[in-house]
């Protein structure tokens, strides 16, 4: 017997399940209380309003309740189905399931990230810049789990017309100008994806690497990220943040853990639950992670990030995400900003060719440009192919 795993890291499914019960329980209840969900509200000009912006400054996140129609959820929820399918059926592979060309054998940036079920594939690890210090529970699959699952994709600009359109969401952009200026820039985009009883977790991390240390450090330096959910996010299956810790600095995650006697449920943590359609923000800053989904309920949240233009310039791409970011180390001058920005005011005019009664979104940097930058064959050459080359990651 003395061959066997420690009994005490076997974990099955649905005894993880059980020990998340209460806590799931108790922190959705603590996440009504803070008044910082609803629909989106406007002031007389337009913008965001300046209620929504105190009540996102004072915690670090904010849900909008159904702010994306239910007819582009629908849509968005086939086109990544499709690309989860389009996927290569293993690494190395040019073929997905159902012996097609793989999605992505031509793009600059592996479009794919496999883990093993319900695993977590950067806690405890150097990855990703040493970020996620601790290692979270890996419960056993039930039954016949495949050795891997899509974990996140990249690229949605280029692999999904619905995605690209959504990027030039006149309210999501509104947001971004509330939170980050009207000359607000990009950072990246992922899509998560978590399978019932399949999806990996994402360990306990701030997403910051950059301006930590920096004489000009606030608590909206490193920006924020959309998530737009395409399925219900629900305690079991959501992001969990610990509310207000945007402010802190950088937190020392593994004695937060340790002083939780190793336990990975953290006290006073929220999750960011909302129905399909909703869309949820999360500063950067804040210490978020989520579990290993045991749940029945899919989540698919289609995540990306803005920042202050002044973050960005001039500083010197710090986030390693392996393969991902093979550039990493490139200076974010003026042109890299620019060509990056670029992919907004294309999404702005192809949504505007599909939603033709919608106003436009009128993003500051591009006005004037507006013709260079129509939604054509040309542009999706020049602009949106291998855009996720020219990521912000700071
Ligand atoms: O959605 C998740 O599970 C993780 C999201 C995350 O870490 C992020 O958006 O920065
Ligand atoms: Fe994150």
Request: glycine share 10%.
């Amino acid at each position: 017997m003395s061959d066997l795993a420690d009994p005490t890291d076997e974990l099955t499914s649905a005894e993880h399940a059980a020990a998340m019960a209460d806590y799931l329980v108790e922190g959705q209840a603590r996440a009504k209380t803070l008044g910082n969900r609803g629909a989106i509200r406007f002031d007389h000009a337009g913008k965001l309003h300046p209620e929504i912006l105190d009540s996102y400054w004072e915690h670090g996140f904010y849900v909008f309740e159904d702010l994306v129609d239910p007819d582009e959820v629908e849509l968005l929820r086939t086109e990544v189905e499709d690309m989860v399918e389009r996927a290569p059926t293993n690494k190395g592979s040019d073929l997905d399931a159902q012996g097609r060309p793989a999605l992505g054998r031509d793009y600059a940036i592996e479009p794919y990230l496999f883990v093993k079920p319900l695993s977590d594939p950067w806690g405890g690890t150097d990855l990703l810049s040493g970020r996620h210090p601790t290692k979270m529970a890996q419960p056993t699959p039930e039954g016949e789990a495949p050795a891997n699952v899509v974990h996140l994709m990249f690229g949605m600009c280029q692999a999904m017309p619905s995605a690209l359109r959504l990027y030039g969401h006149p309210a999501l952009l509104t947001i971004a100008e509330g939170i980050n200026g009207a000359d607000f820039v990009p950072y990246n985009d992922a899509i998560f994806v978590k399978k019932p009883g399949l999806g990996g977790s994402v360990s306990w991390h701030q997403d910051g690497v950059t301006h930590w240390d920096s004489p000009d450090w606030d608590h909206g330096i490193h920006g924020f990220n959309f998530q737009v959910q395409l399925y219900p996010s629900t305690p079991a299956n959501g992001l969990w943040v610990l509310p207000g810790t945007h402010k802190l600095g950088r937190l020392d995650i593994k004695q937060m853990v340790a002083d939780n006697g190793g336990n990975e449920r953290l006290p006073g943590a929220v999750p960011l639950f909302c129905d399909a359609g909703g869309v949820t923000i999360a500063n950067r800053q804040l210490l978020h992670g989520s579990f290993a989904n045991t749940s029945p309920d899919p989540r698919v949240s289609i995540t990306f990030g803005f920042h202050r233009r002044t973050s960005v310039l001039g500083q010197q791409g710090g986030l390693n995400l392996g393969k991902f970011y093979a550039k990493g180390g490139d200076v974010y001058d003026e042109n890299r900003l620019f060509d990056r920005s670029a992919v907004i005011a294309v999404a702005i005019d192809a949504r505007s060719i599909d939603h033709p009664d919608e106003a436009r979104y009128v993003y500051e940097p591009f006005v004037g440009l507006e013709d260079d930058f129509r939604f054509n064959d040309d542009t999706f050459e020049r602009v949106i192919k291998d855009y996720n080359t020219k990521d912000l990651a700071i």
